[in-house]
């Protein structure tokens, strides 16, 4: 009996309904074409105009401002509590669990209104720190669970070997505990920074004026512009440092595995 081919089939159409889209948008940034109706030669003429836009590398900056100091908050945070959740078990502690997974599954919108709500509450100016304050609270879960899932295979007989030679708590985690768990910590930073610096709806709730990123003016591009090669030409670089911030992710989650 031959093995059916149905799910290799079911498999390849799939990958063309996600990537499909995708290479038809790189293949338009490269057309001469205004409005990619069809093939009118290769052309860099929407790259070269892109350059020339000084708007958006202004909030490219901010994106780029934004992903850094999310990934670095959220690395941060994601490692104590991950820590403090391996370490300690209780039912307090299951709240804290819950807690950290529900901005997995909870929609943009709701969790951008509720921020919104709270930084007026707080009286506190719409700027590029709320957009940062905004992103690190969502990419905290994710950095979390990815440090919390190197915790579970973490040999902790070496922090205790170290101990008995003499360590410091300071020192077996400098020396031992950091060392091993950077690759991990690395990957859920890498992986928060792709989050921030691709995010649309959090951010449009909680910027301000002069705040914009990166998504918020190609989504005013596509309102208000015709421009649309250029807005593939800008797709396509964020296509490209996604996929790369995504395969260092891998990488260093692969290393420490």
């Known amino acids: 009996m031959?093995?059916?081919?149905?799910?290799?089939?079911?498999?390849?159409?799939v990958l063309l309904f996600f990537y499909l889209p995708i290479g038809v948008l790189i293949l338009n940034?490269?057309?001469a074409s205004r409005f990619g109706t069809g093939?009118?030669?290769?052309?860099?003429?929407?790259?070269?105009?892109?350059?020339?836009?000084?708007?958006?590398?202004?909030?490219?900056?901010n994106s780029l401002k934004v992903a850094f100091f999310a990934s670095i908050g959220s690395m941060i945070l994601g490692t104590c509590a991950a820590f403090a959740l391996h370490k300690y078990k209780s039912r307090l502690q299951s709240v804290h669990h819950t807690l950290i997974t529900v901005p997995l599954v909870l929609p943009e919108i709701l969790m951008g209104m509720s921020l919104l709500l709270l930084f007026v509450a707080l009286g506190q100016p719409?700027?590029?720190v709320t957009v940062s304050l905004a992103h690190i609270t969502f990419c905290i879960s994710y950095v979390t669970l990815v440090v919390l899932a190197r915790l579970q295979d973490f040999d902790f007989t070496l922090v205790d070997a170290a101990r008995d030679l003499g360590a410091t708590k300071f020192q077996a985690f400098r020396k031992i505990v950091?060392?091993?768990?950077a690759p991990?910590?690395?990957a859920g930073g890498l992986l928060a920074f792709t989050l921030s610096i691709d995010d649309f709806v959090v951010t449009f709730f909680v910027k301000g004026p002069g705040a914009d990123t990166l998504p918020v003016v190609i989504y005013s591009m596509i309102k208000k512009s015709r421009e649309f090669p250029v807005i593939n030409a800008l797709s396509t670089l964020?296509?490209?440092?996604?996929f790369v911030a995504v395969w260092g992710s891998q990488r260093l989650t692969a290393k420490q595995s």
Not at 5 to 13: G, N
Not at 40 to 59: K, M, S, V
């Open 126 to 128: 719409l700027t590029l």
């Open 29 to 31: 940034s490269f057309n």
């Open 238 to 242: 964020l296509l490209i440092i996604t």
């Open 39 to 61: 093939w009118r030669g290769f052309t860099l003429q929407w790259y070269q105009r892109l350059l020339d836009r000084e708007d958006l590398w202004l909030a490219l900056g």
């Open 178 to 181: 950091f060392p091993l768990l």
């Open 184 to 186: 991990g910590i690395l």
């Open 2 to 13: 031959k093995p059916s081919r149905f799910p290799f089939f079911t498999t390849v159409l």
